[in-house]
Nanobody, 121 residues
Framework: QVQVVESGGGLVQPGGSLKLSCVAS????????MDWFRQTPGDERELVAT???????LYTDSVKGRFTISSDYAKNAVYLQMNSLKPEDTAVYSC???????????????WGQGTQVTVSS
């Protein structure tokens, strides 16, 4: 019912920048949160940044000052601007959306398929 698609990943040199995009589509009545997570092989998925519909943001300590999350809830979209990238930022980045498919429905969690970000010289 709800599809989540990320884009914008790729290979970048240390110190470089990338901007990830995520768009949710389908039967969506309301979205309360849109987050970015990342995961490397063998590690647990890590919350990178979150933004509420009211615009409140939260970042994991390792990306503060380098990454910026923004959103356009009218377009059901969330973005992650990543600057000063480091090799340790290499991971699959996934978008998480908490959405309601109709008025009165419970909010449910939806995930995208992920986009690979590789930081290497």
């Amino acid at each position: 019912q709800v599809q989540v698609v990320e884009s914008g990943g790729g290979l970048v040199q240390p110190g470089g920048s990338l901007k990830l995009s995520c768009v949710a589509s389908g039967r969506i009545f309301s979205i309360s949160n849109m987050d970015w997570f990342r995961q490397t092989p063998g590690d647990e998925r890590e919350l990178v940044a979150t933004i509420t519909k009211g615009g409140d943001t939260l970042y994991t300590d390792s990306v503060k000052g380098r990454f910026t999350i923004s959103s356009d809830y009218a377009k059901n979209a969330v973005y992650l601007q990543m600057n000063s990238l480091k090799p340790e930022d290499t991971a699959v980045y996934s978008c998480w959306v908490r959405a309601q498919v109709h008025s009165g429905a419970l909010y449910e969690n939806y995930w995208g398929q992920g986009t690979q970000v590789t930081v290497s010289s």
